[in-house]
């Protein structure tokens, strides 16, 4: 058997405290654990550590050297570790998730200015939906997440990223036949249509639901439709109508088919956020890619806005 960390820490302890059950309470750990690896510690080499016949315990001449030996050991593993974590957003594995009404548009700008910037940096993507990224967070599976809703949990910190605005996706002939004002548009002057909905567990589902919450069940279709694609296919079908975030606009862009309009203020918008564990914000640094998500969104919001704006 060799000497373990877990030993040493555990002697650490003991010294610091002087007590036998203290030490086990700061080392989270039972109190007859922690004798026994120190016990062990001592069968190892061969000499008490420990002065027992004294309260506080304290340790005895031989004990004092392996002290500052595991002093001098565990404090150079401490500042590998601390080296570790301050990398941890920089370089090396890093996991990411990102809801799927963003991922697809935020994701090929994203990557282009970190493979540029953070070119050490491993991105791990997962996509999938808020509850199931926020679970994942919490349980340390994902290092941070993208999200569109604010969260309450004080487990979590959120920092915003970009504000997204949305737009109404119309069948072009329908919009004609509903005389629609490009940015006057309220919910009365497409009541006459059916407004779909992504599926459940979408966070742009909500969004949808609180634009248009004086509709009717017979207007509301759920379809249950899994992306914005399927949504604007059905659109363009002459199915209905819904909601499409500025961030999503260049997807549609240049689709005769369908009329992408500019709702009346004030427009209804979602918050593009970073999500990480709270416990975890001095272990990562993530300034760098934060900053990074913010120049992808940003710069694909300017440029739909700008299309927008050139449209007269």
Request: one cysteine or more; glycine letters at 6%.
């Amino acid at each position: 058997m060799k000497i373990s960390l877990r030993q040493l820490q555990y002697f650490q302890a003991l010294c610091q405290h002087g007590h036998f059950g203290h030490a086990a309470a700061a080392s989270n750990v039972s109190q007859p654990a922690l004798s026994v690896k120190i016990q062990e510690l001592e069968t190892l080499l061969g000499k008490s550590l420990v002065n027992r016949d004294m309260r506080p315990f304290c340790p005895t001449p031989f004990g004092y050297e392996v002290l500052a030996s595991a002093n001098r050991i565990l404090a150079d593993i401490q500042s590998i570790e601390d080296s570790a974590r301050q990398h941890r957003g920089v370089e090396g594995p890093f996991h990411l998730g990102i809801i799927p009404t963003v991922a697809p548009y935020l994701l090929p700008v994203a990557i282009r200015l970190i493979q540029a910037s953070l070119p050490k940096l491993d991105l791990q993507i997962r996509e999938a939906t808020t509850d199931v990224l926020l679970d994942e967070i919490n349980h340390g599976q994902l290092d941070a997440g993208i999200i569109a809703t604010d969260v309450a949990a004080s487990s979590l910190t959120q920092r915003p990223l970009f504000q997204d605005r949305f737009l109404l996706a119309v069948q072009a002939s329908q919009s004609k036949a509903l005389d629609l004002k490009d940015g006057e548009i309220v919910f009365e002057d497409i009541a006459p249509l059916k407004f779909l909905l992504l599926a459940e567990g979408h966070c742009l589902r909500d969004k949808t639901k609180n634009f248009c919450k004086y509709a009717t069940q017979e207007t509301l279709n759920q379809i249950g439709a899994s992306s914005l694609h399927t949504l604007a296919g059905l659109v363009a079908g002459g199915y209905g109508t819904t909601l499409l975030p500025e961030i999503a606009f260049a997807d549609t862009e240049g689709r005769s088919e369908l009329a992408i309009l500019q709702l009346a203020d004030p427009c209804p918008e979602r918050t593009i956020s970073l999500v990480i564990k709270s416990q975890n914000e001095a272990s990562m640094d993530i300034a760098k890619l934060e900053r990074i998500l913010i120049e992808a969104g940003t710069q694909k919001i300017k440029e739909t806005r700008a299309k927008l704006s050139a449209r007269g």
